[in-house]
RNA sequence: CGCGGGAUGGAGCAGCUGGCAGCUCGCAGGGCUCAUAACCCUGAGGUCGUAGGUUCGAAUCCUACUCCCGCAA
């Protein structure tokens, strides 16, 4: 089978890199154009360019599809048998979808039809999901809306990370994209309707990533750190500056300030010591601080991060 | 030329209006203790990122370079 492969990040070159290793004849990867990124705003070719140099697979960098005939040109002259879309950060007009004879298949990290759109992995984990999957489809007009083929579940762990999360789905999606293929091969592939009962995760926001001491809870606090590590880190302040959690947990420890615990505000620091690191008051419960980035500093265990700066017991984050 | 921060003993930081290199922690040895990650004493460990310059004298001022980090995407 012959087929072109569309992505960008390295979400989508895991997938890349698996069709290739099963033998899949690549004809060619579009992919974004190169962006300006990184310290000095150099531009930086995707992973899933970079993946394709390596293996001498044509590239196509369209700026934009949408009435780009010269592109809809050059994928109808590869002609392929499918073409695999995987986290590709644009729309695809039916033209294209038309092309290939065994039509587009698209591979999405959630278990569809729950979290359509673009950030399905970091909402499951904001939400503090048990379960979330990959699923693949056949692609229609619509956002993730296709007609769905194979699924895999995974079960999150309670102190998984986005970043750890994104990982492990990127990884299964390029197996079950192989195997999504095989079956299409063998005439054998399952065309499910996704039905009406849909949820959408769509782009996180910027101002999201603020802690809520007086709205969130414990839980809803370590699941915003969890879901944004390690995309943009959730965010407090403590004395004007911006301080940014990484690893935040539940405490299970008794801590010894019970009677005052109600009077004093969400956010206060209960216990700084140099050993346990910093317990921090919310709206349910106490939070244990695991890992910390002060301003203009790297992320840094609690531990490393006090003896530089000290953080004084009753400073309130806020 | 996108903006900004930084490079000081193993770790995290202070010192930077130039004059013997410091703090917290860790580490080694000793002490106290039934005992300890607690406490007390002692000690080891730094050519202050690299190369030049200014100066009687530079971690501290100037110049170039290398590396690191944050914002931003």
């Given at each position: 089978m012959?087929?072109?492969f569309?992505?960008t990040?390295?979400?989508a070159?895991?997938?890349?890199?698996a069709i290739?290793?099963?033998g899949?004849?690549?004809?060619?990867v579009v992919?974004?154009?190169d962006?300006?990124q990184?310290?000095?705003?150099?531009l930086?070719?995707?992973?899933?360019?970079?993946?394709?140099?390596?293996?001498?697979?044509?590239?196509?960098?369209p700026?934009?599809?949408k009435n780009?005939q010269?592109?809809?040109?050059?994928?109808?002259?590869?002609?392929p048998d499918v073409?695999c879309v995987?986290a590709?950060?644009?729309?695809?007009?039916?033209?294209?979808?038309?092309?290939?004879?065994?039509?587009c298949?698209n591979?999405?990290?959630?278990?569809?039809p729950k979290?359509?759109?673009?950030a399905?992995?970091?909402?499951s984990?904001?939400?503090?999901d048990k379960?979330?999957?990959?699923?693949?489809?056949y692609?229609?007009?619509?956002?993730d809306?296709?007609?769905?083929i194979?699924?895999?579940?995974?079960?999150?762990?309670e102190d998984e990370?986005?970043?750890?999360?994104?990982?492990?789905?990127?990884?299964?999606?390029?197996?079950?994209?192989?195997?999504?293929?095989?079956?299409?091969e063998k005439?054998?592939a399952p065309r499910?309707?996704?039905?009406?009962?849909f949820?959408v995760?769509?782009?996180?926001?910027?101002?999201?990533?603020k802690?809520?001491w007086?709205?969130?809870?414990?839980?809803q606090?370590?699941?915003?750190v969890?879901?944004l590590?390690p995309i943009?880190?959730?965010?407090?302040?403590?004395?004007?500056k911006?301080?940014?959690?990484?690893?935040?947990d539940?405490?299970?420890?008794?801590i010894?300030?019970?009677?005052?615990i109600?009077?004093?505000?969400?956010?206060?620091?209960?216990?700084?010591?140099?050993?346990d690191?910093?317990?921090?008051?919310?709206?349910?419960?106490?939070?244990?601080?695991?890992?910390?980035?002060g301003?203009n500093?790297?992320k840094m265990?609690?531990?490393?991060?006090?003896?530089?700066?000290?953080?004084?017991?009753?400073?309130?984050f806020?």
């Open positions: 012959k087929i072109v569309m992505g990040p390295d979400f070159s895991e997938s890349l890199k290739d290793e099963a899949y004849e690549i004809l060619g992919t974004n154009p962006r300006p990184g310290r000095g705003m150099k930086t070719p995707s992973p899933v360019k970079k993946y394709a140099i390596e293996k001498n697979i044509p590239v196509y960098q700026e934009k599809i780009n010269e592109f809809k040109d050059q994928i109808k002259k590869l002609q073409i995987v590709y950060g644009k729309i695809l007009p039916k033209e294209i979808l038309e092309i290939p004879k065994n039509g298949i591979v999405h990290a959630s278990l569809l979290y359509r759109g673009a399905p992995i970091q909402w984990v904001l939400n503090g379960k979330t999957g990959v699923t693949t489809m692609m229609d007009v619509g956002m809306t296709g007609d769905m194979l699924k895999e579940e995974v079960t999150i762990g990370t986005t970043g750890e999360l994104w990982e492990r789905l990127s990884k299964i999606g390029g197996n079950l994209l192989v195997e999504t293929l095989k079956q299409i005439g054998v499910k309707k996704q039905g009406e009962n949820s995760a769509p782009m996180l926001s910027k101002e999201m990533a802690i809520d007086e709205k969130q809870t414990a839980q606090i370590k699941n915003l969890r879901g590590n943009m880190g959730a965010y407090t302040y403590l004395n004007g911006k301080i940014k959690f990484w690893k935040v539940i405490a299970k420890e008794e010894a300030a019970e009677g005052m109600n009077i004093i505000k969400n956010g206060t620091v209960i216990v700084s010591d140099l050993k690191g910093i317990f921090v008051k919310t709206k349910d419960g106490i939070l244990k601080i695991l890992e910390i980035q301003e500093a790297k265990s609690i531990q490393d991060f006090l003896r530089g700066n000290p953080i004084q017991e009753f400073d309130i806020e």
